[in-house]
């Protein structure tokens, strides 16, 4: 179970199965992301590769996902071909490159062979024999596909004997790819194996090939549509042997319909279809035989311009249809919808802390990047949140979207035309039945916002009529959204300026009790610790009571998301040995903290380097209880924010996560318009997690008004 080296240790787990498609790469994809939540360096292993030439794209996977620095050749044991001609020599050579691995790891995720050779009943005997060596304790995946929970029973009872005759420790079963049916009927089978057992459904999608995987097989061409839709999965291939209207009788979402390129009928039949409301979106088209449209045929799909990937090979009806049926998606690098679909089953169905107690993974004295991901990810899904994605025209968001709820992070409301919105999303292959889509320009919701803009705004001289025209503005009904608790938070500005996204949380939402700056942190995930940086996104040149206000909310903000404040007030100069107007207003700024805040740990004037380092903070502030050990860092200006941040993320290799916007009553938080999918899951989890913490410290009433910032909004970052 864990390998000695001096004081440390290292924690391992075995996943072996008794035969091919298993789903192997769906537990073991979830299981390293439960040794990257809770460990700092998690590895993976791989003992018998599938070839010494081609890469193995399960091993490709999981090291995209491991937190430990391993390559590709590190993490490789054997090959087949080394296994048969010495079985002796190749168990003795896994077991020194593995330990070479243990040695960089605090955990390592060992997978077991794929019977891509020549199964036989000695496989998972070796697979035993492997995991006895290497001191791993198995975690043994059975497939469930086409087996009564009888017949399941009796496949682990054969592989318990297996294992037993070699002496390996079996700590759990996973029974995978089960009839959805029966997965409470596995399980109550499974209940007499002696160890703890977990049943997956099958889920189609997880084998189903994506267009571009179907070209292949089929040597084809894309003649037309978008190429990023090569990347969706094909449910169901048809052959188009009837008439068009039979056909589009029979079509479902994602189908690809192959059909000879001759058949105009069909082509035009189609492409209409996939666009037309009330008509499923197809995955594509397929037309075979080498025959290409009619020139004026083709004129006319051109005309169209359909998104739909049309593909064209010179394979027959038969050798298509059959290339076709032949060809299995996988779990790999580049299949995100799969990523996430693999990931939320084992977070669903597997008791992560069960498992990770069986397998002795020790406490972590660290928090890496991934593990303060993955407890973003896991605090918000328990927050249970509603949050509202304004910018339902951004295929960022519609991936972002599928992500959060396939994994639960939060519930969803997203802007925009709903058949627009649902049609592309289900061309890019995500699911949003569980998200409600809204169109501002004629939601029923606009008498009443424009009611609650008018008052709120009456100051102003705002009147309901001018009202319910800024309330139709994607930024504005997402806020009032937010004001009239229709959700609990929004996210935005993936595709709009950062004035746009936060200027209605200035006049709507307005600033907390006791706070009169709305301001930013970026939490800074360090390869050791989280530290935050603020402001560093919206307030140019705080004064001195400003910058008080942002160390006080980047404290709260921190203690939200269990980082322990400890703030430093960042200048040139530390402590009394500078003077100056910048360095006044900072020491200004300290002493505003420590009067209105005496239960916070503050430290001003300070540099960055004695505000971080133990051995500097001896020389120049002994004695201070936030010097060396700052985990708040507050920057004098937006400029040196700014730069300081972005500095830090290119040359340390930090994970910035943010702009976290604080002081607001209810959570807003505005994207950078370079963002990636990964960054807007990660922003809706922080809004949910803020959302939360706002209602349980009963912060909804009592606003003030924003002051000084509705027009200091940083473009910049």
């Known amino acids: 179970m864990s390998t000695g080296n001096g004081a440390s240790r290292t924690s391992s787990v075995y996943i072996a199965s008794p035969e091919g498609d298993t789903g192997k790469s769906t537990v073991a994809l979830g299981v390293l992301q439960m040794l990257c939540a809770t460990t700092a360096r998690a590895g993976v292993?791989?003992?018998?590769?599938?070839s010494a030439d081609k890469h193995d794209y399960i091993l490709e996977l999981l090291l995209e996902h491991t937190s430990a620095d391993v390559s590709y050749e590190q993490a490789l044991g054997v090959t087949y071909q080394q296994v048969h001609d010495d079985p002796e020599a190749a168990l003795s050579e896994i077991v020194m490159r593995y330990h070479a691995v243990a040695e960089q790891c605090d955990a390592v995720l060992i997978v077991g062979s794929d019977y891509t050779d020549v199964?036989?009943?000695?496989?998972?005997?070796?697979?035993?024999?492997?995991?006895?060596?290497?001191g791993a304790p198995v975690l043994l995946t059975v497939r469930g596909a086409g087996r009564t929970p009888d017949e399941v029973l009796q496949l682990v009872r054969v592989c318990q004997q297996e294992l037993e005759i070699e002496h390996a420790h079996l700590v759990g079963v996973v029974a995978n790819r089960c009839d959805p049916g029966q997965l409470d009927a596995v399980s109550d089978a499974l209940a007499v194996v002696g160890v703890p057992s977990w049943t997956l459904p099958e889920v189609p999608l997880l084998m189903a090939p994506t267009m571009e995987e179907l070209r292949v097989a089929i040597g084809g061409e894309l003649y037309s549509g978008d190429p990023e839709l090569l990347q969706r999965e094909v449910m169901r291939v048809m052959v188009g042997g009837m008439t068009a209207e039979h056909i589009l009788e029979r079509i479902s979402d994602g189908a690809v319909v192959i059909a000879p390129g001759d058949r105009t009928d069909v082509l035009l039949g189609l492409v209409n279809a996939h666009e037309a409301e009330g008509?499923?979106?197809?995955?594509?088209?397929v037309m075979n035989g080498g025959m290409r449209p009619h020139p004026s045929i083709a004129k006319l799909v051109a005309g169209l311009k359909p998104r739909l990937p049309i593909l064209t090979t010179d394979l027959g009806t038969f050798d298509t249809a059959s290339a076709a049926a032949r060809t299995r998606g996988r779990v790999a690098v580049g299949s995100p919808r799969k990523v996430d679909t693999a990931?939320?089953?084992?977070?669903?169905?597997?008791d992560a802390a069960e498992l990770l107690k069986l397998i002795d993974v020790p406490i972590p004295s660290v928090v890496t990047p991934q593990m303060f991901e993955y407890q973003l990810i896991d605090r918000a899904r328990k927050a249970k949140r509603h949050i509202v994605l304004p910018e339902g025209d951004d295929d960022r968001i519609l991936r972002a979207a599928g992500r959060v709820l396939q994994r639960r992070i939060a519930d969803l409301t997203i802007l925009g035309d709903e058949s627009f919105v649902r049609g592309r999303a289900a061309e890019l292959g995500v699911d949003l039945s569980r998200a409600t889509v809204l169109n501002p320009k004629d939601s029923r919701y606009i008498d009443q916002f424009a009611e609650e803009y008018a008052r709120l705004r009456k100051h102003k001289g705002m009147t309901v009529d001018r009202a319910r025209e800024i309330v139709t503005d994607i930024s504005y009904?997402?806020?009032?959204?937010v004001q009239c608790g229709i959700a609990d938070g929004m996210v935005s500005g993936a595709?709009?300026?950062t004035a746009h996204t936060i200027r209605p949380a200035f006049e709507i939402i307005k600033t907390q009790p006791g706070v009169s700056t709305v301001s930013s942190v970026f939490l800074m995930c360090l390869a050791d610790r989280v530290l935050a940086y603020g402001d560093c996104a919206v307030v140019p040149d705080p004064t001195a009571e400003q910058l008080a206000?942002?160390?006080i909310s980047s404290a709260q903000t921190a203690a939200q998301f269990e980082i322990e404040p400890r703030i430093a007030m960042l200048s040139y100069s530390t402590g009394d040995s500078g003077s100056g107007a910048d360095v006044d207003k900072v020491r200004a700024a300290t002493k505003l903290v420590r009067e209105r805040r005496p239960d916070l740990l503050v430290e001003g004037p300070i540099q960055y380097d004695a505000a971080i380092e133990p051995t500097v903070a001896q020389s120049k502030l002994p004695g201070s209880e936030v010097a060396g050990r700052a985990t708040v860092f507050i920057f004098p200006d937006l400029n040196t924010g700014n730069n300081t941040y972005k500095a830090v993320q290119r040359s340390a290799g930090a994970v910035a996560v943010g702009p976290v916007l604080q002081g607001l009553r209810k959570p807003v938080n505005d994207l950078s318009r370079g963002a990636l999918i990964a960054d807007?899951?990660?922003?809706?989890?922080i809004t949910a997690i803020q959302a939360g913490a706002s209602e349980a410290t009963g912060e909804t009433a009592g606003a003030s008004e924003a002051t000084g910032n509705t027009t200091g909004a940083s473009e910049g970052e």
């Open 343 to 350: 990931l939320s089953l084992m977070e669903q169905r597997v």
């Open 680 to 685: 807007i899951v990660n922003t809706v989890a």
């Open 549 to 551: 206000d942002i160390a």
């Open 119 to 134: 199964a036989s009943p000695s496989e998972l005997h070796f697979n035993a024999r492997i995991a006895v060596n290497l």
């Open 45 to 50: 292993f791989r003992p018998i590769a599938r």
């Open 279 to 285: 008509f499923p979106s197809l995955a594509g088209i």
């Open 477 to 481: 009904f997402g806020t009032m959204m």
């Open 495 to 497: 595709a709009h300026t």
